[in-house]
């Protein structure tokens, strides 16, 4: 009863939305949950080439925390950084953007999360 109450007050193009989400429901449901699946093993991908960024960095410059550092003065070996990638895509937490695997992709979704503190 109350839902009926609810779905006239908000008008016919609301309930018309409502309808077709519930009617496509299981495929929108597929597309979330995917994009979420991709988003965790993004980040994942992401983690370890920062790991192995920063293993780089302590190993030649001694370096012990890459906040604040421009990544492009060092002489890296991005061929080896970016072949420990299995995945073709990177994120960081609390972002929803997805970057294909390269080194500027790198060096800015890294700036980026130094930024927001993450």
């Known amino acids: 009863m109350l839902a009926y109450l609810y779905l006239s007050m908000l ?45 780089e960095m302590i190993k030649k410059y001694s370096i012990n925390d890459i906040r604040g550092i421009n990544l492009e003065k060092y002489n890296l070996d991005w061929e080896k950084i970016l072949s420990k990638s299995r995945f073709p895509f990177i994120t960081t937490s609390l972002f929803f953007t997805i970057y294909r695997v390269n080194k500027k992709n790198v060096i800015k979704v890294l700036k980026r999360k130094y930024l927001k503190g993450l």
């Open 11 to 55: 008008g016919k193009p609301v309930n018309y939305l409502i309808h077709f989400y519930i009617k496509n429901q299981v495929y929108f449901n597929f597309i979330i949950v995917s994009y979420g699946v991709i988003l965790a093993i993004a980040y994942y991908n992401f983690k370890k080439i920062e790991i192995f960024i920063l293993e």
